[in-house]
């Protein structure tokens, strides 16, 4: 009797990241990181670069889809005024929203 082999059918799906800018300007900070549900809400995990105006920014790649995110300023926590939209969360506040196409 012949053994049949097994045939793999499974295809490799390259992610199709995008490349998104996170910036917030802020006078005074002195350490701005971004939080989000991309990194676990982790305020060490993604520090910004303060530039020239008190503008900070970073820049991240992304999978398409809906992330929530919050910038952790000097220890507290701050939305993004221009984000894109806003949800409530669990502790009575916003999260700032990003669709990433």
Same mark, same amino acid.
């Given at each position: 009797?012949?053994? +049949? #082999? @097994?045939?793999?059918?499974?295809?490799? !799906? /390259?992610?199709?990241?995008?490349?998104?800018?996170?910036?917030?300007?802020?006078?005074?900070?002195?350490?701005?990181?971004?939080?989000?549900?991309?990194?676990?809400?982790?305020?060490?995990?993604?520090?910004? +670069? #303060? @530039?020239?105006?008190?503008?900070?920014? !970073? /820049?991240?790649?992304?999978?398409?889809?809906?992330?929530?995110?919050?910038?952790?300023?000097?220890?507290?926590?701050?939305?993004?005024?221009?984000?894109?939209?806003?949800?409530?969360?669990?502790?009575?506040?916003?999260?700032?929203?990003?669709?990433?196409?």
């Amino acid at each position: 009797m012949a053994t +049949k #082999k @097994a045939v793999s059918t499974a295809k490799t !799906v /390259k992610t199709q990241e995008k490349e998104v800018t996170f910036s917030l300007s802020t006078p005074k900070a002195s350490k701005v990181t971004l939080v989000g549900s991309f990194n676990n809400w982790n305020p060490q995990a993604t520090p910004l +670069k #303060k @530039a020239a105006g008190n503008n900070w920014s !970073v /820049k991240i790649a992304l999978n398409p889809g809906r992330y929530e995110y919050k910038f952790w300023v000097d220890g507290r926590w701050e939305n993004d005024p221009k984000a894109c939209g806003y949800v409530t969360n669990p502790f009575g506040s916003t999260n700032c929203v990003v669709d990433v196409k």
